[in-house]
């Protein structure tokens, strides 16, 4: 019998490869677009409320100060409200650095130095009214340093408060003394209002708008009665430009949180 060759390689019938299936082609996503940040609206003063800058505020300073609080805050619980009363008959500076004094304003029964009690109170920001029982005493330069000494005893003890000064009003021409006058007013004026810039503390003008042509007290402003005390007239207007000033600075504070500054 004839063997039946075994094919080999060369002779082995060939096939023809399979087809590689091309791949399917997968649709690429689209990429979803990132959302751009929620912009703050832009805002003016005028959509801020005043009581909002006096809620968590206190006042603190003299006799002056103590009679707007008297004239105008204690009425208007609507926009001050909020606010709170450190002021005292014949206060100053100089008392305020006291140690211990007669004078120093009571809170809880007690009399603190006040930036001990502005602690206590947890005061977010705190509006000074000082020098027309200093400047007499102390003179100009010696009430201004005694006023930075103050302030920054305040910031030490309340790191969070703001700090805003209001300036010292004018006397009347006629009571005017060799050592307290207008003109002294005016250079501490001054002076506090560049302390204030060079601190980036507040600073609030309530005394040029009560001046006459001479730069002394507005008589129609005073209360007839004293060289320094002013009436209900020119507290209406402290009181007008304190809640400019307050609606002022929530703005730019809303601006500075939402990086609209320029």
Do not use: C
């Not at 690429?28 to 968590?56: G, H, I, N």
């Not at 003008?205 to 005390?229: C, I, P, R």
């Not at 601006?255 to 320029?262: D, K, M, P, Q």
């Amino acid at each position: 019998d004839e063997t039946t060759p075994v094919p080999t390689p060369e002779n082995l019938p060939t096939q023809e490869p399979e087809a590689t299936p091309e791949p399917t082609p997968t649709e690429t996503p689209e990429a979803t677009p990132t959302p751009e940040p929620t912009k703050a609206p832009a805002m003016t003063k005028d959509d801020f409320k005043a009581s909002d800058f006096f809620d968590e505020s206190v006042f603190v300073g003299d006799s002056v100060l103590s009679h707007f609080y008297l004239t105008v805050p204690i009425q208007d619980k609507e926009t001050f409200g909020g606010s709170k009363n450190l002021t005292v008959v014949s206060y100053s500076v100089r008392e305020a650095l006291k140690e211990e004094s007669d004078i120093h304003p009571m809170y809880q029964g007690e009399r603190k130095q006040v930036w001990e009690t502005i602690k206590l109170m947890d005061a977010k920001r705190v509006l000074l009214f000082f020098g027309l029982n200093d400047i007499g005493i102390s003179g100009v330069e010696g009430f201004v340093e005694n006023y930075k000494t103050l302030v920054a005893n305040i910031k030490e003890a309340a790191p969070e408060a703001s700090i805003y000064i209001i300036s010292i009003s004018p006397m009347r021409a006629d009571k005017e003394g060799k050592r307290l006058n207008n003109a002294k007013i005016t250079e501490a004026n001054g002076l506090l209002k560049e302390y204030a810039l060079a601190e980036e503390i507040g600073y609030i003008d309530v005394a040029t708008m009560l001046l006459d042509e001479n730069g002394a007290m507005n008589t129609k402003y005073s209360d007839g009665e004293t060289n320094v005390h002013l009436n209900k007239k020119a507290y209406l207007m402290w009181k007008d430009v304190l809640v400019e000033y307050a609606k002022e600075q929530l703005l730019a504070e809303y601006e500075a949180e939402n990086g609209l500054t320029e």
